[in-house]
């Protein structure tokens, strides 16, 4: 097939993908400019999520499950906020009074499971992903750099070098598809959005530590604090919080304070968030800082952008996982974000070679419109604040809270999707009729945040994410997809935009996702 260049930050995207599609008969070679190994903190993911390998004939059950680390349940939604006035936790979560508190004597709390709730080794998921490439035919390519690209009507050239041939010149990898997946900070990415601002910031701080008594949950996003004021070192910011117990001892535990900002130079600095880490972090896990000895400290942050998926810029290169922006702001990409995805890439890249799609239109059919994606820009909007605005300091906690009880009331099918990254008409609708019912006075303050103009653009995609809904459903009673299948009248390339129209109406909608 040809080279997928990946980055030593984000190994998932490359190997899982190159894995996948050399289990296809694809000729595949991973470039990687560091040694391909994964990190040493765990990744989180659901069990559904890791079996999508299963799902796409890459690894067997056993084989992925012996990447499993370390499993915990329930998991936890909180936010500062009660309706109604009340104090106190809304009682839904367990009945063991050592959980980590919110740290607010009003707070909104809702439990579920099964949603992050493994720790996955990567290092070994990345080795089983790098030996089912290797034993189907495929290359790995360590500690080689890519130093450039050339694409030519029959093909592309990679200009690489290896760290053995350091002072030699550089020498030529040929491939009929380039697939780029080194994240979010990738150099191809970076030329194509050469000159435009990102559209919003998501910044991360975070430790794994030892000494926390209470770690048999986690949260999946909590907030113990309400908008950080204008006089405070890190202003203009409402802090958020995961936590996962760590497989490396039965106190450890990692905790990570996140926030989501407008891309402005005003803006504080890093260090300022991590202070503040060091401050909330006891209030929030009931800890005292003097208890907990830390082992790592994490760090970063990346871009988000509304006009995602990216499409390609170039004939016979494709960006894929983070690079491609294939997730919503409400999510921090990586692995799981990659794995909802995984089948329908391999499907479109394979059939793309197949039919000679690799123009930059036929592959920007692979990343088509997603009007789930993008209306959930509109959270990432709500959950920031604009230079010169004045919002309440309850505005995003009150927000989020009367929107995770509505979930809540609705059942699993409304939330379960929500929380791992999929919007769904339906259960978005219901959500929000929900909200206005039970907290009409949150909704003014709420359109004034945001805004009129981004408020009828979210709008307009929630149509289209209703659109998509009825089409999927009408093309799925109506056979469509095993009728292209087996139409004889069709051509390589009208059956592969076919397949890819199907694929947008299905994943856009959100219908893709089974509890």
Not at 111 to 120: C, I, M, P, Q, S
Not at 492 to 500: H, K, P, Q, T
């Amino acid at each position: 097939m040809g080279p997928g260049a990946t980055h030593h930050h984000t190994p998932s995207a490359g190997v899982f993908a190159a894995a996948a599609l050399a289990c296809r008969g694809l000729r595949v070679a991973v470039l990687e400019r560091g040694p391909l190994r994964g990190r040493a903190q765990e990744w989180n993911i659901s069990r559904k999520e890791l079996l999508e390998l299963e799902h796409v004939g890459v690894a067997g059950r056993e084989e992925l499950e012996a990447c499993v680390a370390i499993e915990f349940n329930p998991v936890r939604v909180g936010f500062a906020w009660q309706p109604g006035g009340g104090v106190g936790p809304s009682g839904s979560g367990p009945s063991d009074p050592s959980t980590p508190s919110t740290g607010s004597s009003g707070s909104t709390e809702v439990w579920t499971r099964d949603v992050l709730n493994l720790g996955v080794r990567p290092n070994d998921l990345v080795a089983l992903m790098r030996a089912k490439l290797e034993a189907r035919g495929g290359r790995v390519l360590d500690r080689t750099a890519l130093e450039g690209i050339t694409v030519h009507p029959n093909g592309a050239a990679l200009s690489i070098r290896s760290d053995a041939a350091a002072g030699s010149p550089p020498s030529t990898l040929t491939a009929r598809l380039v697939v780029d997946c080194m994240g979010h900070f990738s150099p191809i990415v970076r030329q194509v959005r050469w000159g435009s601002r990102p559209d919003g910031v998501c910044l991360v701080v975070g430790a794994m530590g030892s000494g926390f008594p209470n770690n048999t949950t986690a949260d999946v996003i909590l907030t113990n604090t309400p908008l950080q004021p204008e006089d405070a070192p890190f202003n203009r910011a409402q802090y958020f919080w995961e936590a996962f117990p760590a497989a490396s001892g039965p106190t450890d535990r990692t905790t990570y304070m996140f926030t989501y900002l407008t891309a402005e130079s005003y803006r504080p600095s890093m260090a300022a968030m991590m202070e503040d880490y060091w401050r909330l972090m006891p209030q929030y896990q009931g800890v005292r800082l003097e208890d907990i000895t830390f082992k790592r400290v994490l760090f970063g942050f990346f871009p988000t952008f509304k006009n995602t998926p990216l499409k390609p810029t170039f004939d016979r290169v494709i960006q894929i996982g983070d690079a491609s922006g294939l997730q919503s702001p409400l999510s921090f990409g990586g692995f799981g974000a990659l794995t909802r995805h995984l089948a329908r890439l391999t499907d479109a890249l394979t059939e793309a070679l197949e039919a000679d799609c690799v123009d930059r239109g036929s592959l920007g059919l692979v990343h088509a419109y997603n009007p789930g994606l993008s209306s959930s820009w509109m959270m990432q909007k709500a959950m920031s604040v604009r230079l010169g605005d004045t919002p309440s300091p309850q505005l995003i906690n009150r927000m989020l809270a009367g929107n995770f009880k509505a979930m809540e009331r609705l059942g699993e099918p409304v939330m379960k999707p929500f929380l791992q990254d999929v919007i769904q008409f339906g259960p978005m609708v219901q959500t929000m009729g929900a909200q206005m019912l039970t907290d009409p006075l949150s909704i003014p303050g709420l359109i004034a945040h945001v805004g009129p103009g981004p408020l009828l653009e979210w709008l307009g995609h929630m149509g289209a994410l209703g659109s998509y809904t009825a089409l999927h459903g009408a093309a799925q009673a109506a056979g469509l997809r095993e009728a292209v299948a087996r139409a004889p009248g069709i051509g390589a390339r009208s059956r592969f935009a076919l397949r890819r129209l199907l694929d947008a109406w299905e994943y856009g909608s959100g219908k893709d996702y089974k509890l």
